[in-house]
Nanobody, 121 residues
Framework: QVQLVESGGGLVQAGGSLRLSCTAS????????MGWYRQAPGKQRELVAT???????NYLDSVKGRFTISRDNAKNTVYLQMNSLKPEDTAVYYC???????????????WGQGTQVTVLS
């Protein structure tokens, strides 16, 4: 069974940094795009950053220049380095990956369990 396991959330002062990690475990054939989403209380889940299998990236405008997404394909892991954190970055962060379980299957979307990031003003 494929699972995405996240780590790295926590409590930080405004201006501080955190690094989130998300590792895909289980048996699968390949991973395509990976990404990070977040959901603040009372708000819809929003896309924060994505990275393709080839390393192309996209970011939410409000995090450009502060957050960096990267991946280690050998470790089936995606990272989100978050610098210059602001109180408005407070949310539950979810990782997401498009995974193909077998050679003949199609890609399916998997989600992590979420990790809380709280930025104090």
């Amino acid at each position: 069974q494929v699972q995405l396991v996240e780590s790295g959330g926590g409590l930080v002062q405004a201006g501080g940094s955190l690094r989130l990690s998300c590792t895909a475990s289980g048996i699968f054939f390949s991973i395509n795009a990976m990404g990070w989403y977040r959901q603040a209380p009372g708000k819809q889940r929003e896309l924060v950053a994505t990275i393709s299998s080839g390393g192309s990236t996209n970011y939410l405008d409000s995090v450009k220049g502060r957050f960096t997404i990267s991946r280690d394909n050998a470790k089936n892991t995606v990272y989100l380095q978050m610098n210059s954190l602001k109180p408005e970055d407070t949310a539950v962060y979810y990782c997401n990956a498009n995974i193909k379980e077998t050679f003949v299957s199609t890609y399916a979307v998997y989600w992590g369990q979420g990790t809380q990031v709280t930025v104090l003003s």
